[in-house]
């Protein structure tokens, strides 16, 4: 398949699987996500981060951001569904984090709507 | 829920300009006579973790001793251009971002290392349902920490505790206001019973 180079006039979606992210070390998978919001790409990972990895995540985030090149970023995931992740759950070493994980540029994605069962965004361009 | 003497560390966490530090200045002052921090209507008032060490909050003749540790506001982005609408020139706007993004990295930090239990603070005039709250109330809950939702703002006309309490149905929830010192027995009650 050739390969296409994204030009100004569209906005390049990474969508990384499950199997992709399963492999990474938690700093890896924070640097794979950064490297590409940072690039202006939308990022949807396929089963979502762990709260530890999202809690680095906005840490790293926030020591990256500089102004009038990059002012942090928009994540949005389905809210946990109770008793999902409960105390139990964790103590029998269920913890179930796999939930679809839309990030990108914060001056370029923003969120429209979002509930249990439906995340509606707006994309532009840089 | 703690046994042993040594005065626990209590995070107050929660979005910015929900009123963090109103509320630790509260606590502080009613139990200590001192402040926390300096208060602002403008976001990231407070840009460094700040401690205040031995309060003894004192319930039913009981003593409950913690340290309170109010915190930047946590946010994913931060863009001096907002400050700019505060009447800041470019310059201070742009000092103010970069302390605000170090403020929520020792956040996080505090949060993952350093605190023994959380007093969750939103504003009760706003959605809860944002994906900070979502984000933070997970990462409190991956670590166990103890924790209390305080629906503060009551004294507004457009609050909604109810809100909250659906939002978050597996914390307990609050109401109050920091500000007009409305509900504050119960709060300290609650923090007794919680962190005592």
Sequence with gaps: MPEVTPGDDGVQIDLI???????LASMEKIRLILDGVRDGNIVILEEGLSPDEESKLIEVTMTEISPDEFNGIEIETYPQSQGGQGFLGRLMGKEETKKLTVIGPANQIQTLHKDENLISALVSRK | MFSDAEPRRIG????????????ANRIARDWTGDAIGPESHVPHETRRARRKENVEIERNGR????????TPGVTTKVDYKEFLEHDMEKDDAVRRSREATEGVAEAMHWLR??????VYVLDSTEDPFTQVNTMLIGIIESQDLPVLIFANKTDLEDANVQRISNAFPQHETVPLSALEGNNMDEVYDKIAEYFG
């Design chain 2, 12 to 23: 107050i966490y929660g979005p910015p300009n929900a009123g963090k530090t109103t509320l």
């Design chain 2, 63 to 70: 003593k409950v001793t913690i340290d309170i540790v109010d």
């Design chain 2, 113 to 118: 290392e350093d605190v023994d239990g959380v």
């Design chain 1, 17 to 23: 699987s499950g199997a992709r992210m399963e492999g």
